[in-house]
């Protein structure tokens, strides 16, 4: 696990979301920087990903987020980068990170075991960093990763204290019917609001 020393400095705007390249010049400044690192996970293999830190920031303190993505994007989507800065303006240490069929430019997903040794490496990487360690994690993502997560979570193998969902499917397409424990793998399989909230209020909040 090591990090490559690339670093920037982002002069965010309140109120304001962007991509990783997308700066609104408008309003109060607020600084963060991004930082690449590389991640080692099974079988030797490595990931590309990113943090976006506070200003204030210091390890051992604090609450980090981890963001995987969906299952046809990457780190850099712009959804997840405007979550990363939007919790970093609020103090969060924010890591995202690439799957690897991602990192080597393919389209298929990686098999289920592969998925979950890789956001078991990342976690292991956010929560030994001599620099970024966090006193709490949590783990979330948009479709896909956070699915994934959840299984992890469920099975009692992810170290994490809460949970972001960003575009959640609850059942497959044309049904209604809600796995009690499976979750289902489908992305396309979008959920009115209602059925949303229905579910969620059986769900403990978690505050960050």
């Known amino acids: 696990m090591k990090g490559d020393g690339q670093s920037r400095e982002l002069p965010r705007r309140a109120g304001f979301s962007t991509g990783l390249d997308s700066l609104s010049e408008v309003g109060k400044a607020v600084f963060m920087k991004e930082e690449k690192s590389t991640i080692t996970i099974g079988g030797g293999e490595t990931v590309s990903s990113v943090f976006t830190i506070p200003d204030d920031y210091a390890a051992g303190r604090g609450t980090g987020v981890i963001l995987a993505h969906g299952a046809a994007n990457d780190l850099a989507h712009p959804l997840l980068a405007s979550v990363a800065h939007g ?22 997903v990686d098999r289920q075991e592969v998925l979950v040794s890789t956001w078991q490496s990342v976690c292991g990487f956010l929560c030994d960093h001599p620099r970024y360690r966090p006193n709490t994690v949590v783990a979330g993502g948009k479709s896909l990763g956070g699915r994934v997560a959840s299984q992890i979570v ?46 969620m209020i059986h769900l403990p909040a978690f505050p960050l």
């Open 87 to 108: 919790l970093a303006e609020a103090g969060y240490l924010v890591l995202r990170f690439n799957f690897l069929y991602r990192e080597r430019g393919r389209r298929t």
């Open 154 to 199: 469920a099975e009692g193998l992810l170290p994490v204290e809460g949970m972001i969902f960003l575009g959640y499917p609850l059942h497959p397409p044309a049904s209604s019917h809600m796995p009690p424990v499976s979750l289902w793998p489908h992305p396309e399989a979008f959920q009115p609001v209602e059925t949303i909230h229905s579910f």
